[in-house]
């Protein structure tokens, strides 16, 4: 059973792609793999006219910065190839004449102004134009001409589009597997051109036929193909192809923070957060689009929050690696109702996915920034610096903001704290506490904390008025962590010098 899995994920190369589409991707790949299928990437690039350069490119490392890595796919190859629909060119219009063939389908020669004028018609009557079962027999069409005229046209090179015949009045039944039994009468949809003028077959014909092709057994996407689903399930039935037509399953919407709709590029611009995985460059306009990883993102904290949106465990866990969500994943777990996304939480993620990351593995990287910053640190004092500050940061970019006061000594104090917490007495209190600290040995954090809580019970201070100004004298603000671990990584000579020259800088502001 588990080798019929197959599953595929066939996004049009028409630009970046965006999360949702990331996480359709997400979703096959978890079920292929719950079930040891096979993840299948198809690249569904017939419609020429919004094809983008470089897009391609993009959706392929996309996947790869996330793990989703293709078993079967235009890099990977497979028996199943090409995994392009452009190179499989030739394969579709003998479907479209089969159709034809058998009575489903039709040439139709109207021209694009012959139907323009129609829309315009119907527009002035108040109504809508629809190719359908209604109008088709007074359009120029295989329908309504002889079988010779039909063939002198296309003879003659005459445009044409080959359309699905609709049968009116007719029920088709489907079943999703996210939303269940649906039905939609027929009399309610159109002739959809399955073939083109320019000899590519539509989405439609084309997505099906490789379906089929493709052996694929369950079809997973997003919910905006939902209304083309009576199309392709007629289609398999047009085929004959029913007892071989894939499963299929619609996912939710992902919804904007805020309001009605869709998550869109603009909502991201709008709230300053990314909608696609990586940065996106386009090759017309030059614009730049932020993705996760260039923000900062962890692959894994992306995969964690794209998959609770629309799916979850059925238990208040909330954080899971990618092998964890394999192992989880369930597609009756799918939520019909659209999923709002959270800026603020896709930062949480980041952050707990980042407590994740042993210290060690982060060294690279704040070495980087470091040597940026001429701070020259060994490695071991790095890696005591990434443990204190990494459980106050989301990403690592913030570790400078919130550690450079451990290289460079305060060269203000900010007024608003001098204000609260200088007092008269302080200066006098923190020349005690930095003799006290001069005979501090060893100068670690457990023995600097002993140092300073016994000055503290000894003459009866407050605690907080104490830290507080302490910590204004060594960092210069009201922020920053544990002053004992920052005490120590300074070091004896470095902690009385910033509190010297401190007291000194802070009571010249004063006055
Ligand atoms: N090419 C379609 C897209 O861009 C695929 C839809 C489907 O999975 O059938 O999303």
């Not at 993009?58 to 293709?70: A, D, K, N, T, V």
């Not at 499963?247 to 919804?255: R, S, T």
């Not at 690279?364 to 470091?370: D, I, M, Q, V, Y």
């Not at 300074?490 to 800088?505: C, D, H, P, Y």
Request: glycine share 8%.
């Amino acid at each position: 059973m588990s080798q019929n899995i197959r599953v595929r994920f066939a996004p049009s190369p028409t630009g970046p792609l965006h999360i949702g589409g990331l996480r359709t991707a997400l979703f096959n790949y978890l079920f292929a793999k719950r079930q040891g299928g096979t993840f299948i990437l198809r690249i569904e690039d017939t419609d020429q006219s919004r094809f983008v350069s470089g897009a391609e490119d993009y959706i392929i490392e996309s996947l790869e910065w996330c793990g989703l890595i293709p078993d079967e796919g235009p890099r990977q190859g497979g028996s199943f190839g090409p995994y392009r629909q452009s190179e499989r060119k030739e394969r579709y219009s003998g479907y479209a004449l089969e159709l034809i063939n058998r009575g489903h389908a039709y040439h139709a020669f109207d021209t694009p102004e012959e139907l323009e004028n129609l829309r315009k018609k119907y527009e002035a009557k108040g109504e809508t134009f629809v190719y359908d079962a209604r109008v088709r027999d007074s359009l120029k069409n295989s329908l309504t001409m002889d079988r010779q005229t039909t063939e002198d046209l296309i003879a003659a090179g005459t445009p044409y589009v080959i359309r699905f015949r609709f049968e009116p009045g007719v029920e088709i039944n489907m079943h999703d597997m996210v939303r269940g039994e649906v039905v939609v009468n027929s009399s309610t949809l159109d002739d959809k051109i399955l073939f083109k003028s320019d000899g590519m077959p539509t989405y439609h014909l084309a997505n099906v036929v490789d379906d089929n092709l493709m052996a694929i057994s369950h079809v997973i996407r997003g919910e905006e193909w939902l209304p083309s689903l009576p199309l392709h399930v007629s289609l398999y039935r047009a085929f004959g192809w029913e007892h071989l037509m894939p499963q299929f399953a619609h996912l939710p919407l992902i919804l904007k923070p805020t309001g009605k709709g869709k998550l869109s590029k603009r909502d991201g611009d709008k709230g300053g957060f990314p909608v696609f995985p990586l940065e996106w460059k386009d090759p017309g306009t030059g614009d730049v689009s932020p993705g996760y990883r260039e923000e900062g993102y962890l692959p894994e904290a992306c995969i964690n929050l794209l998959a609770l949106l629309g799916w979850n465990s059925g238990t208040e866990q909330e954080l899971f690696s990618l092998e964890e969500l394999v192992s989880e994943f369930q597609l009756d777990k799918v939520g019909k109702s659209g999923s709002r996304f959270d800026p603020e939480k896709a930062k949480w993620f980041n952050h707990q996915h980042l407590q994740r990351v042993p210290d060690n593995e982060l060294i690279p990287a704040f070495s980087s920034t470091l040597e940026s910053k001429g701070v020259s640190c060994d490695q071991e004092q790095i890696q005591t610096l990434i443990s204190i500050i990494k459980p106050r940061i989301n990403f690592m970019h913030e570790m400078w903001e919130q550690s450079w006061f451990f290289f460079t000594a305060p060269s203000s104090y900010d007024p608003g704290v001098v204000k609260k917490r200088w007092k008269e007495d302080t200066p006098e209190k923190m020349t005690m506490l930095a003799d006290a600290l001069g005979q501090c040995e060893p100068f670690i954090a457990e023995s600097v904390e002993t140092v300073v809580k016994n000055l503290i019970t000894d003459n009866q201070w407050g605690m907080g008025a104490i830290m507080n100004a302490w910590r204004l004298l060594l960092v210069g603000a009201a922020t920053g962590p544990g002053l004992f671990d920052l005490a120590a990584f300074l070091g004896k000579e470095e902690v009385i010098s910033r509190m010297n020259s401190g007291i000194e800088k802070i009571n010249r502001q004063k006055n």
